[in-house]
């Protein structure tokens, strides 16, 4: 005796969930990977002024989210004389904090 072999069925609602799973990832990724930075904040400054902070991380033209680059940007402002410490975070919202950590000025001359 032969055992009868039942076809399976295709499920469409199940392809259909999945597809629609797929997609949204897909869409997700791609808003993530082509959104610009929002926000750049700037904390601890008081001898350099913001603008001149966004230059030397060279972030004026608010880069893609994405390609922003913590080491590059601190090394990029470590380099400077009156800056102690950089500390760059990158933030849910697109948001890109700096927090600088000045050296102590004893002595001016002009």
């Known amino acids: 005796m ?6 399976k069925k295709l499920n469409l609602f199940k392809v259909f969930i ?9 869409l997700s990724i791609y808003f993530y990977c082509n959104t610009n930075t929002k926000n750049i904040i ?4 008081s001898y350099y002024s913001d603008d001149e902070i966004i230059e030397l991380a060279e972030l004026e033209d608010y880069p893609k989210f994405i390609t922003v680059n913590s080491f590059r940007i601190e090394k990029n402002i470590k380099h400077e004389n009156l800056i102690k410490n950089v ?4 933030k849910f919202g697109f948001i890109v904090e700096i927090n600088i950590t000045e050296k102590k000025v004893l002595y001016q001359r002009k």
């Open 42 to 45: 700037i904390k601890g400054n």
């Open 87 to 90: 500390d760059v975070n990158k």
């Open 18 to 26: 999945f597809l629609l799973i797929l997609c949204l990832i897909g």
């Open 2 to 7: 032969q055992k009868k072999v039942k076809k």
